[in-house]
């Protein structure tokens, strides 16, 4: 008898998959208990025997990587990134979240405090407080740098409430921008001495950061006006300097510019068999995100068409029940990124995508100049 190799099988077509090989790379299939092939193939050989390269090729990736934006706010976006593996997909969340530098409270100096909120919760409400300001105006400082106009933002807080008074409610707007630097003089320094000479505070600005081009137009403070940050009661005080520097998220959380950065993949809702008239009905209902349409055909009949399966939350509904499973199909696109971007207010969302290709550009110079 004669042989026949299995890749001169007419059913091995070469140079392409068969189609639930093609399935199982490039979708998640999502049962009713659990999902499947959630693993992406990294292997460039895997399917070598059938004439089919597995590996990443740089043009091939450049022709179908893109960017969609679906939607955009002053301080959130959605978009789409098409193209990609789920670990660049993860690179950029990771930057975003820890490596995007912003401008947060560090320093507190706190001059009285008569409100039951104590000194060191205090300074912590003051530090998780969105500061609306461009950080790439700014430079990081060192230990050993002295505060001046190009790394350190000074606020003041000065709240009484009088005696006889209401309770006193405290909120982000209070805290007043300072652009001449400090106004506490140093512990060591007196008054009295050198009353000619400037006396000497906890920064040293060479100018008023409003004289400045950059600022001059966009008075830095708070991005929200009505955070919370203490409640006094009659005869209650506090008066304080705040100084924001640079940091990064991955120093504290307050340094974060977004207060989330997250993704998912684009869901497929496939229908394998027509589900008409009452199924279709039953169908409708089943979803509670509303993904399901019914749709009128000929003869005075109803369909059942899949109208908006960005909104599938992957809940399973729709395939719980009999037979149920072999009417729809629920898939993840492995390749295809539902990215959510929300700004705290520093930057807005777009700003910080672009930053974050930056820092990841900047990575992988590093990494090829240090093996080249």
């Known amino acids: 008898m004669h042989r026949v190799s299995a890749l001169d099988m007419p059913d091995v077509p070469m140079g392409q998959l068969p189609p639930h090989l ?34 990443l090729q740089l043009d091939q990736f450049c ?27 993860n690179a950029f969340r990771r930057i975003l979240i820890a490596e995007v530098p912003t401008m947060a409270i560090e320093k507190v100096l706190i001059a009285n405090n008569m409100s039951v909120v104590q000194d060191e919760v205090l300074a912590h409400r003051l530090g ?18 002295t505060p001046n106009e190009k790394n350190t933002i000074v606020f003041k807080l000065h709240v009484q409430c009088k005696r006889g008074a209401p309770r006193l409610t405290v909120k982000s707007d209070e805290l007043k921008w300072l652009p001449n ?9 007196n008054p009295a001495s050198n009353s000619s000479s400037r006396p000497k505070t906890y920064t040293s ?63 497929e809702i496939v229908l394998l068999e027509e589900v008409e ?18 749709e009128d055909v000929a003869k005075g009949k109803k369909r059942a068409a899949v109208a908006r399966p960005r909104a599938c939350t992957l809940c399973r509904e729709c ?24 700004s705290t207010g520093g930057l807005p969302p777009e700003v910080l995508f672009t930053e974050a290709v930056k820092i990841l550009e900047d990575k992988c110079e590093r990494v090829i100049t240090e093996l080249s």
């Not at 008239?277 to 019914?294: G, H």
């Open 63 to 89: 022709k179908n990587c893109r960017v969609e934006v679906i939607r955009l706010t002053e301080d959130d976006m959605e978009f789409d990134m098409i193209g990609i593996d789920p670990s660049l997909a």
């Open 277 to 294: 008239d009452e199924m279709a009905e039953e169908l409708v209902k089943k979803c509670p995100v509303n993904v399901f349409d019914i």
């Open 319 to 342: 395939i719980r029940g009999e037979d149920w499973d072999k009417r729809v199909a629920l898939r993840r696109v492995k390749d295809h990124f539902i990215f959510t971007i929300e």
């Open 22 to 55: 093609e399935l199982q790379r490039t979708r998640v299939l999502c049962a009713s208990d659990a999902p499947t092939h959630t693993e992406n193939i990294q292997y460039s050989g895997a399917y070598a025997s059938m004439g089919v390269d597995n590996s």
């Open 128 to 145: 998780l407080i969105p500061i609306k300001v461009d950080p790439r105006l700014f430079e990081y400082m060192s230990e050993n740098d």
């Open 181 to 189: 630097g400090s106004e506490l003089l140093l512990a060591t320094e």
């Open 205 to 267: 600005f060479s100018c008023s950061q409003d004289s400045l081009p950059e600022f001059s137009n966009n008075l830095i403070g708070p991005k929200h006006p009505d955070i919370i940050i203490a409640k006094l009661g009659p005869g209650q005080e506090i008066e304080l300097e705040a100084h924001a520097v640079k940091g990064m998220g991955k120093t504290h959380a307050k340094w974060s510019p977004v207060s989330t950065a997250w993704y998912r993949m684009l869901p």
